[in-house]
């Protein structure tokens, strides 16, 4: 008993000294912010000059933050097609899948640290 005592002491103590708790004494690290917009082109079957056909927001796109094979973290999007997400510090792969019938995806490494990191995924709509 007085040795478990101990290394729970040890243990409580190395974290207070590092500075990785908060004031609740909860185990926490950096993290960061992954924001952006999923978008879907083309958008016209026929682009024509002067005629503008800018892609489109994409909304309820699956957005996952892969770290290797697993997911760290995922959303959805809202209407506009924007997404965030708040990961720990470390290398991400953003990838971000379009809704209905034809289920293309994009992705873009990302590295979450300090600064924010915005991006903008561009999903192929299937129109050709």
Not at 14 to 38: K, N, P
Not at 62 to 67: E, M, Q, S
Request: aromatic share 4%; net charge negative.
């Amino acid at each position: 008993m007085v040795a478990r005592f101990d290394l729970t002491l040890l243990a409580a103590a190395a974290l207070l000294l590092c500075g990785c708790t908060d004031e609740s004494g909860q185990v926490t690290g950096h993290s960061g912010l992954v924001t952006g917009h999923v978008l879907t082109a083309p958008v016209c079957p026929v682009e024509r000059v002067g005629q503008p056909c800018p892609p489109r927001p994409v909304s309820r796109a699956a957005v996952v933050a892969l770290d290797g094979d697993g997911v760290r973290g995922s959303t959805l999007t809202d209407t506009a097609g924007a997404f965030s997400l708040t990961l720990p510090d470390g290398r991400y792969v953003i990838k971000a899948t379009n809704v209905g019938g034809y289920a293309s995806t994009a992705s873009e490494p990302v590295v979450v640290s300090d600064n924010p990191v915005s991006i903008t995924l561009i999903v192929d709509s299937g129109i050709r």
